[in-house]
């Protein structure tokens, strides 16, 4: 069946990488926070085997950042997440989901800490933007929120490390996880951090304007060639080993960060003025009443997860949904993220799956694949 294109117009917003993602043979975009984000290269099982081999240079430039600047900016972070941030300090990077007023998620970015009243919130696919300055206009909040033209490019893979100190110098393998430091690109101090949505390990580089954009791209694709470097992107099958959630898929606003597996970056008793705190302290007390978990579904490759896929107990009744699902080379099964209710959450557990390839027996698994791999 031949796939749909997408049509460009000046809303779905390329970056200043494109040219680069073009002229490596892109196959397929997906659209987030209104601009392009490559999926397919050669095709997902071949990205991903290299991914897992060798080192990618990312177009993550969707990766939007909300700039939060002035005296008020502390407390407006606190406000956005039950996460306590009291302790972060400037050079540190933060996982942080960030909720509404009933506790149910809101995006889940990595927060980057540039100063004592400044920070950049790299966001996932939502339009955190327009909520934040809800709030900030609301409370009267003396701070400045917009959104800075930032374009990050990732570098991941086993061979990040090596890449990047060719490019950046040998400092940048002193960079520890979720920490930042500025390194020298043609006379720019550019922000990197050790961070990335993979599991193979990588950076992100920070890049402020665009014009360096293919500059930047031809450094390291050039540098990266004793390194087996291609063009890359997140990729669909390492990302669901890895357990890494994506927003709108894995989890939407009718989650709450505890039902996704994240209550451990939840605060709730010392995030005093986060906007949902007090629903949350209700879910961390009762404990969610369902979860996600990884799943094992038994069978050939199943197709694309487009719609979210039933799950029942082996007598027919709901427990619970599939939300991402892929054939794993590596582990000769379906892997797969579903939301499970507690009932049925337990390794081990045989659930049914209700595929668009037909119902499918599924095992409920004690950790994510890729740590099963390191045992």
């Given at each position: 069946?031949?796939?749909?294109?997408?049509?460009?117009?000046?809303?779905?917003?390329?970056?200043?990488?494109?040219?680069?993602?073009?002229?490596?043979?892109?196959?397929?975009?997906?659209?987030?926070?209104?601009?392009?984000?490559?999926?397919?290269?050669?095709?997902?099982?071949?990205?991903?085997?290299?991914?897992?081999?060798?080192?990618?240079?990312?177009?993550?430039?969707?990766?939007?950042?909300?700039?939060?600047?002035?005296?008020?900016?502390?407390?407006?972070?606190?406000?956005?997440?039950?996460?306590?941030?009291?302790?972060?300090?400037?050079?540190?990077?933060?996982?942080?989901?960030?909720?509404?007023?009933?506790?149910?998620?809101?995006?889940?970015?990595?927060?980057?800490?540039?100063?004592?009243?400044?920070?950049?919130?790299?966001?996932?696919?939502?339009?955190?933007?327009?909520?934040?300055?809800?709030?900030?206009?609301?409370?009267?909040?003396?701070?400045?929120?917009?959104?800075?033209?930032?374009?990050?490019?990732?570098?991941?893979?086993?061979?990040?490390?090596?890449?990047?100190?060719?490019?950046?110098?040998?400092?940048?393998?002193?960079?520890?996880?979720?920490?930042?430091?500025?390194?020298?690109?043609?006379?720019?101090?550019l922000a990197i951090a050790r961070s990335g949505y993979s599991r193979q390990g990588g950076f992100e580089i920070y890049l402020e304007g665009g014009e360096m954009g293919m500059a930047l791209w031809h450094a390291l694709m050039e540098a990266g060639r004793p390194f087996d470097v291609r063009a890359g992107c997140p990729n669909l099958i390492e990302?669901?080993?890895?357990?890494?959630?994506?927003?709108?898929?894995?989890?939407?606003?009718?989650?709450?960060?505890?039902?996704?597996?994240?209550?451990?970056?939840?605060?709730?008793?010392?995030?005093?003025?986060?906007?949902?705190?007090?629903?949350?302290?209700?879910?961390?007390?009762?404990?969610?009443?369902?979860?996600?978990?990884?799943?094992?579904?038994?069978?050939?490759?199943?197709?694309?997860?487009?719609?979210?896929?039933?799950?029942?107990?082996?007598?027919?009744?709901?427990?619970?949904?599939?939300?991402?699902?892929?054939?794993?080379?590596?582990?000769?099964?379906?892997?797969?993220?579903?939301?499970?209710?507690?009932?049925?959450?337990?390794?081990?557990?045989?659930?049914?799956?209700?595929?668009?390839?037909?119902?499918?027996?599924?095992?409920?698994?004690?950790?994510?694949?890729?740590?099963?791999a390191k045992g």
């Amino acid at each position: 069946m031949t796939q749909p294109l997408l049509s460009p117009s000046r809303r779905l917003r390329r970056t200043p990488f494109s040219p680069g993602v073009e002229a490596a043979g892109v196959k397929a975009y997906t659209v987030y926070n209104h601009m392009l984000l490559p999926t397919v290269f050669r095709s997902v099982e071949e990205d991903y085997r290299h991914l897992k081999e060798a080192v990618q240079v990312w177009d993550v430039a969707c990766e939007r950042q909300v700039e939060i600047r002035g005296p008020d900016a502390a407390r407006l972070m606190q406000m956005l997440t039950p996460r306590d941030l009291r302790r972060m300090l400037p050079g540190q990077c933060y996982y942080v989901p960030m909720v509404d007023e009933t506790g149910g998620m809101l995006n889940d970015p990595v927060a980057v800490k540039l100063a004592e009243d400044r920070f950049w919130v790299s966001i996932a696919d939502s339009d955190l933007l327009l909520w934040v300055k809800g709030i900030v206009w609301g409370m009267r909040l003396d701070v400045l929120v917009d959104e800075p033209d930032v374009s990050p490019l990732a570098v991941q893979g086993p061979r990040a490390d090596e890449l990047m100190a060719a490019v950046f110098g040998e400092g940048v393998r002193a960079l520890r996880f979720f920490r930042f430091g500025w390194f020298d690109f043609e006379g720019r101090s550019l922000a990197i951090a050790r961070s990335g949505y993979s599991r193979q390990g990588g950076f992100e580089i920070y890049l402020e304007g665009g014009e360096m954009g293919m500059a930047l791209w031809h450094a390291l694709m050039e540098a990266g060639r004793p390194f087996d470097v291609r063009a890359g992107c997140p990729n669909l099958i390492e990302r669901i080993e890895g357990g890494l959630l994506s927003y709108g898929n894995d989890m939407t606003r009718a989650n709450t960060p505890h039902e996704c597996g994240l209550g451990r970056f939840c605060n709730t008793l010392t995030a005093i003025g986060c906007v949902g705190r007090d629903a949350l302290l209700r879910v961390a007390q009762e404990g969610p009443v369902r979860q996600i978990r990884p799943l094992a579904i038994d069978g050939p490759a199943v197709p694309a997860c487009l719609e979210a896929w039933p799950v029942t107990d082996p007598g027919g009744r709901r427990v619970g949904q599939v939300t991402s699902a892929a054939w794993s080379p590596d582990h000769a099964t379906n892997v797969a993220i579903g939301m499970i209710r507690m009932t049925h959450w337990e390794p081990g557990t045989r659930l049914v799956v209700e595929t668009p390839a037909g119902r499918r027996e599924a095992e409920v698994r004690a950790r994510f694949f890729h740590d099963e791999a390191k045992g």
